[in-house]
């Protein structure tokens, strides 16, 4: 087995919106690029320009990501997330309010017993993250 990594699919009222959400995540964490990007041409099945596939970088961590304008039946959920250790309440804090901005939060940011300071919600793109300081 070669690797392992997590693909970002944006469909539904996300599609179109993979590179935008990449640069964001990728301005966000350091150690964050992207790596690769690959891009429907004039005359295949998605719209020219949008993301055939691409690979990206966060905090050194690989993930891919693509754009699906075709209709499906489903879209992210919460109940897959990317988890981040943070090292400072400021990181915490700085990372999680610009996560949250147009997105919804399902557990804000507080001491919930298992960690002095957790948060969990789902970004602008509906991607879901638990953000949690580490001790």
Known sequence: MRS???SLMFV????????EAMTFYTSLFPDSEIIELQRYEAGQHEP???IKMARFTINGSEF???DSHLD??????????LYVECESMSEIEKVFRALAEG?????P????????????LNDRYGVSWQLNLSN
Do not use: C, N
């Not at 499906?72 to 997330?81: N, Q, R």
């Not at 997105?103 to 557990?107: I, P």
């Open 4 to 6: 392992i990594k997590t």
């Open 12 to 19: 539904g009222e996300q599609a179109g919106k993979a590179e």
């Open 48 to 50: 020219e320009g949008s």
């Open 64 to 66: 891919m990501a693509l």
């Open 72 to 81: 499906h039946a489903f879209t992210f959920t919460p109940s897959m997330s």
């Open 103 to 107: 997105g919804v939060e399902l557990m």
């Open 109 to 120: 940011l507080d001491d919930y017993g298992f960690s002095q300071r957790f948060g969990w």
